[in-house]
């Protein structure tokens, strides 16, 4: 067995009709090192599906009932940020295609090889620990401003505008040793180690407050 790149709490959802591809899916998957839950309908997913779910989802575009194509739209209200890969049949691209225009990672067209799906499940699974990491940056950033004086939060406005010490004590009406104090406590607050990582973070949380 082949050791998966998969962090230990990341599953990949197969969300398919088909009994016998979910059943080769989960085997190929498993094989390779992989956590896999299946459900034979996009309800039954809907039914299990909780927010703090990480991974990705393996989806097909055409079942009964709820479609695959509903249901990717349905978590996307959801506001689920989990990759989303779409099985399809050859009739069905044009459906796939448009849920690749609206945010879906790739889709795969049957019959596809074994080495194919890993290859987009490995994908799918880096970029969703990537965004995750970020969000929690994101989220670690935002508590960290919170957490500033309202002077430590003007200073470091000015800091970020490129405000030299001086400059910072002119505007506040402060003196310098004051700004140097205040300047030291917001480094120290934000985690950050050096000016240019203190933008950084400060830059990287603003995208994500304006969401």
């Not at 402060?174 to 406590?185: G, L, N, P, W, Y």
């Not at 934000?190 to 830059?203: D, F, I, P, R």
Request: aromatic share 4%.
């Amino acid at each position: 067995m082949s050791v998966s790149p998969a962090e230990p709490d990341q599953i990949i959802y197969i969300i398919d009709d088909d009994e016998a591809l979910r059943d080769s899916l989960v085997w190929l998957l498993e094989s390779n090192g992989y956590k896999v839950l299946s459900h034979e309908s996009a309800e039954a997913f809907l039914e299990a599906y909780d927010e703090r779910f990480t991974g990705c989802l393996v989806l097909d575009v055409r079942m009964p009932g709820m479609s695959g194509l509903e249901l990717f739209e349905e978590l996307g209200r959801r506001l689920c940020t989990l990759p989303v890969i779409f099985i399809t049949g050859h009739g069905d691209v044009p459906m796939a295609v448009s849920a690749l225009k609206k945010g879906a990672v790739d889709f795969i067209e049957k019959p596809f090889s074994d080495r194919d799906m890993l290859g987009l499940i490995e994908q799918c699974l880096a970029t969703e620990r990537e965004n995750r990491e970020k969000r929690r940056q994101e989220a670690d950033t935002t508590r960290r401003l919170a957490a500033l004086t309202q002077r430590e939060r003007e200073v470091l406005d000015l800091i970020i505008l490129g405000k030299l010490n001086k400059q910072i004590a002119d505007v506040l009406g402060i003196s310098i040793k004051t700004v140097e104090v205040h300047r030291a406590r917001v480094m120290e607050k934000m985690g950050a180690h050096s000016l240019a990582e203190l933008v950084q973070h400060v830059l990287s949380a603003e995208p994500a407050a304006q969401r």
